[in-house]
């Protein structure tokens, strides 16, 4: 047997349909799409359309709430890296490292929200931490080490005056109740 000799079970490889190439084919004319119209042509986008009923994705309620826009992006940095650009010599363990000389040592381009140091890999150098989130394992690595943990949340600035609706609502109520006379 020859690699040309091998073939398929018959009738495993059907040919493809050759659709509008005229009337013997049996698939001429409309070629399988129907009328005219806009499913005739190409490029449709009625996916969800049904005929005008208001369709299913708009008759059911919204549901949940997506943090996207408000959620704090972190840089996660690991164990194996931190040993790693301290053996370099890029991190100075006398100092307290925080995300600026993690960005300086190259571990990260931009502090971003903040750092959180994950576990995995060993820590051997005595060093003090000051990061926005680490893991258990990783505290205890550090610690392990004859190191410590600090974590730091960034500070939150509030809004002087209240903005979207609480500004709508605020200014509703400094505004004086209509239909009263000012005595």
């Given at each position: 047997m020859k690699l040309n000799q091998i073939a398929d079970n018959p009738g495993a490889r059907k040919n493809r349909m050759r659709i509008g190439r005229g009337i013997g084919s049996g698939m001429g004319k409309t070629g399988g799409r129907?009328?005219?119209?806009?499913?005739?042509?190409?490029?449709?986008?009625?996916?969800?359309?049904?005929?005008?009923?208001?369709?299913?994705?708009?008759?059911?309620?919204?549901?949940?709430?997506?943090?996207?826009?408000?959620?704090?992006?972190?840089?996660?940095?690991?164990?194996?890296?931190?040993?790693?650009?301290?053996?370099?010599?890029?991190?100075?363990?006398?100092?307290?490292?925080?995300?600026e000389a993690m960005v300086k040592a190259g571990l990260m381009r931009r502090a971003k929200g903040g750092v959180k140091i994950l576990g995995g890999g060993e820590f051997k150098a005595k060093a003090n931490f000051s990061v926005f989130g680490a893991s258990k394992s990783a505290v205890e690595a550090i610690e392990k080490a004859g190191g410590s943990v600090k974590i730091v949340k960034p500070v939150v600035e509030e809004d002087a005056e209240p903005r979207g609706k609480n500004k709508r609502m605020a200014l509703e109520a400094a505004k004086p109740a209509k239909g009263k006379k000012a005595e």
């Open positions: 129907g009328g005219k119209g806009q499913t005739a042509r190409s490029g449709v986008r009625i996916k969800g359309f049904e005929g005008g009923q208001m369709p299913l994705h708009r008759r059911l309620p919204k549901r949940g709430f997506r943090n996207t826009p408000f959620a704090v992006k972190l840089n996660e940095v690991s164990l194996t890296k931190l040993q790693a650009a301290v053996d370099a010599g890029k991190l100075d363990i006398k100092a307290t490292i925080d995300a």
